[in-house]
């Protein structure tokens, strides 16, 4: 049975940084492109960053400079560093898999492209 699991959410001041932490098992998700997305309440999901299985990296707009995602293959691991948080980071923080995305943010950043997601972890901002 394969399964992402999300941790290292919590409570944090503006300025503050978290590093999520996303274990997975049951495969191994060293050929996926991993990703993470966000949903706040009343929002709609959105893409916060992703890593190609070549190591290539892209991220949303609204975390580039502050936020960086990266992967430990032998330990079926990706992680994401988030530095000098905002209170509009704050979130339902998800890690997901997917087998297949081109090159491209478009492709790494759409949720449709990804078979396996985990339960999230919240990450909640304070001014």
């Known amino acids: 049975q394969v399964q992402l699991v999300e941790s290292g959410g919590g409570l944090a001041q503006a300025g503050d940084s978290l590093r999520l932490s996303c274990a997975a098992s049951?495969?191994?998700?060293?050929?996926?492109?991993m990703g993470w997305f966000r949903q706040a309440p009343g929002k709609e999901r959105e893409f916060v960053a992703g890593?190609?299985?070549?190591?290539?990296?892209y991220y949303a707009d609204s975390v580039k400079g502050r936020f960086a995602i990266s992967r430990d293959n032998a330990k079926n691991t990706v992680y994401l560093q988030m530095n000098t948080l905002k209170p509009e980071d704050t979130a339902v923080y998800y890690c997901?898999?997917?087998?297949?995305?081109?090159?491209?943010?478009?492709?790494?950043?759409?949720?449709?492209?990804?078979?396996?997601w985990g339960q999230g972890t919240q990450v909640t901002v304070s001014s």
């Open positions: 049951g495969r191994t998700f060293s050929s996926y492109a």
């Open positions: 997901a898999a997917a087998p297949v995305t081109q090159n491209t943010i478009a492709s790494v950043a759409s949720g449709a492209n990804y078979d396996y």
């Open positions: 890593i190609r299985w070549s190591g290539g990296r």
